[in-house]
């Protein structure tokens, strides 16, 4: 599988562009890909998995048709292992912004990052919306994000060295409070209260490297910034009492959780309800020929979001999408236990 952030200005010609590399995403492209049908997959997490890899990777899932138990992040490495056949590309860490047809009936759409994408079919599995970091209500903040303050981690060298303050009392908050403490020249974990709501073992283990002296434990709420040139110098705490404290910090690490914003997906013309996509039950298909809704985003009458509801939608969205990808290709319905054409395709004969 090609797995890439694009370069800027790459232009990315296939069948089928989906919209989310969540489950149903993932799965849509077994769906299409046993018809012969290529695709690109887009998000802008820097993972697939949606929701599952996202939210709630360690937590089990009871009720995937097969596994009695399986973990999120379980679930997308066999997702994964399952569409490898049909090397769908991969274009992670990127918003998709723009939706348009061209004069030819097919579809462009661009990405943040500077790709566009020229398909046949769109399909839209964008399940709640893009994750966005929730930015905490401190005053000038934007002016230090990405330089000093960051949502997420992505190498842990960038914070070797450095005046580290993390922000919030969950699970992301505490790992990474143990995973910086022993590259920081300090840490110092900040929460509203001396109550946290992550893994209790974590909780244990941060409390004994604040005990040795390793990591400061400070309750209260960051209520402003000082620093210039993007660059952070100090953190203003104020306690409960509200009296005032200024930490020196240069790098500031705020988990306050991730909201999904349904995003650009509002503005490319196609019906919506209540920030959901409608479709027909036969097709999956949107309001707009050649779009497709599949999982979480799409509405209908007694929809369920589930991942199994969102793998039968994948399925028939396959059987309606080829007909606009290959108008002339005679499908005949087969199985895969019993048909050696899709074996071949799956490599196992
Ligand atoms: C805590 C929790 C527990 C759950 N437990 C279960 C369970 O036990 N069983 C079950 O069946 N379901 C469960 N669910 C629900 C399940 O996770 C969802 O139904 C499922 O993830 C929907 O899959 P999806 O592929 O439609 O969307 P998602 O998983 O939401 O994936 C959508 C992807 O689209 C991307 N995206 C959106 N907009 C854009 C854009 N403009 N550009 C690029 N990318 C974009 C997002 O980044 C995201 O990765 C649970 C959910 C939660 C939160």
Redesign the pocket.
């Given at each position: 599988m090609n797995d890439q952030t694009s370069p800027a200005t790459t232009v990315v010609e296939t069948d089928v562009i989906i919209?989310?590399?969540?489950?149903?995403?993932l799965f849509a492209v077994f769906e299409l890909g046993l018809l012969d049908i290529k695709c690109a997959l887009?998000?802008?997490?820097d993972k697939p998995g949606?929701?599952?890899a996202e939210?709630?990777p360690e937590?089990p899932?009871?009720?995937i048709p097969g596994y009695p138990i399986i973990t999120g992040e379980g679930l997308v490495e066999k997702l994964m292992e399952q569409i490898a056949p049909f090397h769908p590309t991969l274009h992670l860490g990127q918003?998709?912004e723009s939706l348009a047809r061209e004069p030819d009936g097919h579809f462009r759409m661009t990405t943040d990052a500077g790709t566009t994408f020229l398909g046949k079919v769109v399909v839209i599995?964008?399940?709640?919306?893009?994750?966005q970091p929730k930015r905490p209500p401190v005053p000038g903040i934007e002016e230090y994000e990405g330089t000093s303050v960051h949502y997420a981690v992505r190498r842990m060298e960038d914070f070797r060295g450095h005046d580290v303050l993390i922000v919030g009392g969950g699970d992301s908050a505490l790992d990474w409070t143990l995973n910086l403490q022993p590259l920081a020249k300090s840490l110092t974990l900040l929460h509203r209260r001396d109550d946290f709501r992550a893994a209790p073992d974590s909780v244990k283990k941060m409390r004994e490297l604040v005990e040795a002296g390793k990591v400061k434990l400070a309750l209260g709420q960051v209520s402003g910034l000082k620093g210039a040139a993007g660059q952070v110098s100090h953190a203003i705490v104020k306690d409960k009492d509200g009296a005032e404290v200024h930490h020196p910090v240069t790098r500031i690490l705020p988990f306050f959780g991730l909201t999904m914003k349904l995003?650009?997906?509002a503005n490319w013309g196609i019906n919506l309800d209540e920030n959901l996509i409608p479709v027909d039950t036969a097709t999956f298909e949107s309001s707009e020929k050649g779009i497709f809704a599949i999982?979480?985003?799409n509405t209908y009458p007694g929809k369920l979001?589930?991942?199994?509801c969102?793998f039968h939608e994948a399925a028939l969205m396959a059987q309606a999408a080829v007909h606009v990808v290959a108008p002339d290709k005679k499908v005949v319905f087969q199985y895969t236990t019993s048909s050696s054409s899709l074996q071949k395709k799956l490599g196992v004969i």
């Open positions: 919209v989310g590399a969540g489950p149903v995403g887009v998000d802008i997490l949606g929701q599952c939210l709630y937590k899932i009871y009720d918003m998709v599995a964008a399940g709640g919306g893009s994750f995003g650009p997906v999982g979480d985003i979001k589930l991942i199994l969102g």
